[in-house]
C-alpha cells in the first residue's frame, strides 16, 4: 500500500512565524503536490514538483514556498505565517502514470 | 479554466438506502478518481477509472466513467453508518496542467441508522 505521511496532525503557530510542513512518500513516486481545503472553497492547489529539485506554483502560491532535495519528501514553507493560512494543509504524491494521486493524513494548522 | 460540477452537495439517508453522486465536467478527463475523506483526515482513493466506459467495484461501491469522458458517478449500494464523510470526485487530463487533478467539490454524505 502507498503510505504518505505528514510531519504533523496539528500545529499552532504564531503570525509572523517560519513553519515547515514535511511530507515523505514511501513509493518511489515521481510526483508530489501540497493543497489546502477550505470549507466551501474545496481542495487548491499550492505547489507541485516532478522530479527531485524541481517545483511548479499551483492555483494559490503566494505566501509559501517548497523544497525537494529528496524523492521521497517534499516540504511546504510559509515564510511569514499569516493568519489566513490558518487550514487543512494536504501532501499527495502520484507515479507518473496511471495519474492516481495518494493523499497525506493531513495538518491542521492554526495561526494565531 | 475547467470545473467540475459534483451533485448533490449533500445527501440524508437511512442506513440500508443506495446512494447515488455524480460530476460533470466541461472538458475531457482521461483518468477519473473518487475519494472519501473522513472528518479530520485525508482523502482515501476509493476507485480509480481510466477508459471511457469503464465500470469498476469495490465492495458496495461501484463507479463509472461516462463515454462522452465528461461525467463520472458513484453508487454505494446498502449504506452503513461508516459511510458517512465527505465523497470528492477528481479528474486529469494530459493537458497544459500536465496531469494535475482537478476536484469537484464534495457530497457529504449522511447516513441515520
Known amino acids: 500500500d502507498v503510505k504518505v505521511t505528514q510531519s504533523s496532525r496539528y500545529l499552532v503557530k504564531r503570525t509572523g512565524e517560519k513553519v515547515f510542513l514535511e511530507c515523505v512518500q514511501d513509493?518511489?513516486?515521481?510526483?508530489m503536490f501540497w493543497y489546502r481545503q477550505d470549507p466551501g472553497l474545496g481542495l487548491r492547489l499550492i505547489y507541485f514538483?516532478?522530479?527531485?529539485?524541481?517545483?511548479e506554483k499551483g492555483d494559490i502560491p503566494e505566501g509559501y514556498s517548497v523544497s525537494r532535495e529528496k524523492k521521497e519528501r517534499f516540504s511546504l514553507i510559509l515564510e511569514s505565517a499569516s493568519t489566513n493560512q490558518t487550514s487543512m494543509y494536504l501532501c499527495a504524491s502520484r507515479q507518473r502514470a496511471p495519474e492516481t494521486q495518494y493523499f497525506g493524513p493531513g495538518t491542521r494548522l492554526l495561526v494565531l | 479554466g475547467q470545473q467540475l460540477n459534483q451533485s448533490p452537495q449533500s445527501m440524508f439517508i437511512q442506513e440500508g438506502e443506495d446512494v447515488s453522486m455524480n460530476c460533470t465536467s466541461s472538458?475531457?478527463?482521461?483518468?477519473w478518481l473518487w475519494y472519501k475523506q473522513d472528518p479530520g483526515e485525508g482523502p482515501v482513493l476509493l476507485i480509480a477509472l481510466y477508459k471511457a466506459g469503464e465500470l469498476t467495484s469495490n465492495g458496495r461501491l461501484t463507479a463509472q466513467f461516462g463515454i462522452t469522458r465528461k461525467d463520472s458517478f458513484l453508487n454505494i449500494s446498502a449504506s452503513i453508518p461508516s459511510d458517512v464523510g465527505i465523497y470528492f470526485c477528481a479528474g486529469s487530463n494530459y493537458g497544459g496542467s500536465q496531469g494535475n487533478l482537478i476536484f469537484g467539490k464534495g457530497t457529504k454524505l449522511s447516513v441515520k441508522p
Open positions: 514538483s516532478y522530479d527531485v529539485k524541481m517545483k
Open positions: 472538458s475531457i478527463f482521461n483518468t
Open positions: 513509493m518511489d513516486h515521481e510526483n
